[in-house]
């Protein structure tokens, strides 16, 4: 087996993916080379940025105090087409902004976070804004010069994020009133939001799509909504019936419409800021009807889990790329180490897992390719889409971790060494199985569109002509099995079968593919 496409993102798409559909990244691999990989070690070692909360003046700012060269990173990608390329043309296909994420993952898996989380803002702002909110706002986020605003996702609160349903306390009151804006006359449907996101990527975000209970809606996921929240008020913003927002003094003219309470201090993906906020009165604007929010809540994270894939395949790619170089190079009993025949067998093994990963995170493209623009119901390709992005967030993410360990007892001593890139692997690697849904919600999604949409049917049907037929009559036979168990049984036994349907299902599609 050749190794050497291991050690450049492009080759190993390139075995997958057509070269017209890469060539636009290949100045983009090449920055990363010659600059970007120096200043993402630097971002990494500098820590978690400063929060600057005011000015000299004592004026709430809010501002994130990143090295300079951050930007020049961040704006690469942006450049690159990670949010505008998508919409450039009539393809309506997501493809390019997930392959910009894997080139940027490779070099720097946080830095993907902007980019994926810009993406599942921008989506359903042209899925379900109102034409005067996307009049004002998509144009922001699809500039090619770098001068782009940017997107976030903030739906966890302080007691926990898989259980929105329950643990969303943010409430959203609805304002109808004149907005003195641009136009006097323009009057919009406004919403008050009060509350507070526990964690939040990418906070300082010109606009965040945010979860919130407008007053008077059920309780539980049913009663959610999504809105829209720009980082300033509008000019001459509204004053509530509480007055101004708390802090809300003008920076210039500028006023704050979140504030930012603290960054986290994280173990990884030092290169997106993730904070907690404070949203009090924050002028806010439904996205869809609101009925459909927590169908647009999950829309916008299907969105997110895809990046997360993607992600985690990059940085899985990225830790067996540093075990090989290393392994060429270090010499023990004489040779090289990649040359030991144990060695050398664990490479083989990891380079296949790798490639049926990769083949699991193009389905997962692809079918996402297919499904984005649908509104609720959905169709049934839908629900298969749903049921691959659970198995490969899942099983990409857990691998991504298992390399990454891997990658550092490949050097020995050297990877536990905080000057050296294996430790930062393990880092990044952790944080993965954990956003966009743990690996448990992972599993327990799954297992509910199995039951309630029988996706592993449609899932059986979509892989039949790459298996061995008697393989798939035998998991096919052990998913019914399991799902006649009573629900406790079901839910506390799933770890074993959804691993194995992952596995199953990313080695036939590598099949479809070969
Ligand atoms: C670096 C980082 C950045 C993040 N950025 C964002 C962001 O931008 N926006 C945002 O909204 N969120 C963000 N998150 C939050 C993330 O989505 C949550 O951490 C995640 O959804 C899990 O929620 P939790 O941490 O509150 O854990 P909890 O929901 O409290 O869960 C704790 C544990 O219980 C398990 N568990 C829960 N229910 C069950 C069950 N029924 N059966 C078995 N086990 C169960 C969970 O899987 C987990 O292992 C971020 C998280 C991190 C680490």
């Not at 943010?170 to 406004?190: G, W």
């Not at 526990?198 to 809606?217: M, T």
């Not at 720009?230 to 809300?248: L, N, Y």
């Not at 039949?464 to 009559?473: F, G, I, M």
Request: aromatic content about 10%; hydrophobic content about 40%.
């Amino acid at each position: 087996m050749d190794l050497q496409s291991l050690k450049s993102p492009l080759a190993f798409l390139g075995e997958l993916v057509p070269a017209s559909q890469l060539a636009p990244l290949k100045e983009y691999q090449s920055w990363w080379l010659t600059e970007g990989t120096v200043i993402s070690e630097a971002v990494d070692r500098a820590g978690t940025p400063w929060l600057r909360m005011f000015d000299q003046l004592g004026k709430r700012t809010d501002e994130i105090l990143f090295p300079p060269d951050y930007w020049k990173i961040l704006k690469r990608g942006y450049q690159a087409g990670a949010i505008w390329r998508p919409f450039a043309d009539d393809s309506k296909s997501l493809r390019m902004h997930y392959l910009i994420d894997y080139v940027t993952c490779f070099f720097d898996a946080g830095l993907g976070c902007p980019y994926i989380v810009s993406m599942s803002t921008t989506v359903p702002l042209k899925k379900y804004g109102t034409p005067e909110l996307q009049g004002r706002f998509l144009p922001q986020l699809l500039r090619r010069d770098g001068t782009n605003w940017q997107g976030a996702t903030w739906m966890t609160e302080v007691k926990g994020g898989s259980d929105l349903g329950a643990n969303v306390e943010t409430s959203a009151r609805r304002v109808q009133q004149t907005v003195q804006s641009a136009d006097p006359s323009d009057p919009k449907d406004l919403w008050l939001l009060t509350g507070d996101k526990y964690f939040s990527s990418n906070v300082g975000a010109e606009l965040a799509i945010v979860a919130a209970r407008p007053e008077g809606a059920p309780s539980g996921p049913k009663g959610l909504a999504l809105f829209l929240v720009p980082r300033d008020r509008d000019q001459g913003a509204i004053v509530s019936e509480h007055g101004s927002a708390p802090g809300a003094a003008a920076t210039g003219s500028r006023q704050l419409n979140y504030f930012i309470r603290r960054l986290k201090n994280k173990i990884g993906t030092r290169s997106v800021p993730t904070g907690e906020v404070e949203l009090r009165d924050s002028e806010a604007y439904l996205l869809g009807k609101q009925e459909w929010g927590i169908y647009l809540i999950l829309e916008s994270l299907n969105l997110s889990r895809v990046g997360n894939i993607t992600g985690s395949v990059a940085l899985a790619q990225r830790a067996l790329a540093d075990a090989l170089i290393f392994a060429e190079q270090r010499i023990a009993f004489g040779k090289p180490i990649v040359r030991h025949p144990l060695m050398r067998r664990q490479f083989d093994e990891r380079f296949a897992q790798l490639r049926e990963a990769r083949a699991l995170m193009w389905e997962a493209i692809h079918l996402l390719d297919e499904v984005w623009q649908e509104t609720p119901r959905y169709s049934d390709r839908y629900h298969l889409f749903r049921l691959i992005a659970h198995l490969a967030k899942y099983w990409t993410a857990e691998l991504a971790v298992q390399f990454a360990k891997w990658n550092m007892e490949v050097h020995g001593g050297l990877g536990v060494l905080a000057e050296y890139p294996a430790e930062r692997w393990l880092r990044e690697a952790m944080i993965l199985p954990i956003w966009e849904g743990t690996p448990h919600r992972q599993m327990l999604d799954g297992l509910e569109v199995m039951e309630r949409k029988r996706a592993h049917e449609m899932l059986f049907r979509h892989l039949a002509p790459y298996v061995d037929q008697s393989d798939l009559q035998n998991i096919s036979a052990r998913i019914e099995q399991h799902l006649q168990l009573p629900a406790e049984a079901k839910e506390a036994g799933i770890e074993p079968v959804f691993r194995d349907l992952a596995m199953f299902t990313a080695r036939a599609l590598a099949g479809k593919n070969r």
